[in-house]
């Protein structure tokens, strides 16, 4: 037997709190379409709220906006290694009787390869000029399983400038989201999301693993810097 995927496995979970057709389960926007084409697949309809603009998870007040007498659900995702708002999201079910139904289980990452990263993300953060580094929230553990930071330019022209200009200089970054799901054309709809849409045009991943080094990571400060001052500039 073959192993489920994600989406499977979300899917599965959904339909065993009984949600399926004529039910709404809200989501994020600034993730990859799996949790929303699940939703789908079980004949309930994705509904999408905004993130919060420091731990880029879905953001608890968004979602309250969002609920219905159809609402059945919401999807915390756990986002570059920050957690979603569970406590927040919880007492949020709680209140209107809803479900929170998690996408699935981390993969397991060993705590010492976890802390080389945390160690690592420090080093970055505290070197780091021209862009918006990434912060935990007060009291939580933030995994680094990506180093997103932001690119505070003029829009997404600025952050793919930045983006090629790194790659040129032999930083292997990528845009973690290209485009949210509610943009996407199997998804659309007129809801408006401002933070996941500025995400979506500032966001930069910035290459970092445990095995790295310290010339390593010194080479991407120096490259990032060189370039902020340049590319962060306003336009007339």
């Known amino acids: ?115 080389r990263r945390r160690q690592h993300a420090d080093f970055l953060s505290a070197r780091l000029t021209g862009v918006i580094v990434p912060r935990a929230a007060a009291g939580v553990r933030h995994g680094y399983e990506q180093y997103v930071v932001r690119v505070p330019g003029n829009g997404r022209p600025d952050r793919d400038a930045f983006k090629h200009a790194l790659r040129a200089r032999g930083v292997c970054c990528h845009v973690p989201v290209r485009t949210p799901v509610h943009r996407l054309p199997e998804f659309r709809t007129d809801v408006r999301l401002p933070e996941t849409e500025r995400a979506v045009g500032e966001c930069l991943a910035l290459p970092l693993e445990a095995s790295m080094t310290r010339r390593e990571l010194q080479r991407i400060v120096s490259a990032c810097n060189a370039l902020g001052g340049l590319l962060m500039e306003p336009a007339c």
Do not use: W
């Open 1 to 115: 037997m073959g192993t489920m995927t994600p989406s499977g496995a979300l899917r599965t979970g959904l339909e065993k709190q009984g949600i399926g057709i004529g039910d709404e389960v809200i989501v994020p926007a600034y993730c990859d379409s799996e949790v929303a084409a699940a939703v789908r697949e079980t004949g309930a309809l994705p509904v999408f709220a905004d993130i919060d603009p420091g731990s880029l998870c879905i953001d608890p007040t968004s979602v309250a906006e969002a609920v219905n007498e159809r609402t059945a659900a919401v999807i915390p995702v756990h986002l570059f290694g920050h957690p979603a708002d569970m406590v927040c999201l919880h007492a949020l079910a709680q209140h209107h009787g809803m479900k929170v139904v998690e996408p699935g289980t981390p993969a397991l990452v060993s705590s010492v390869e976890t802390a």
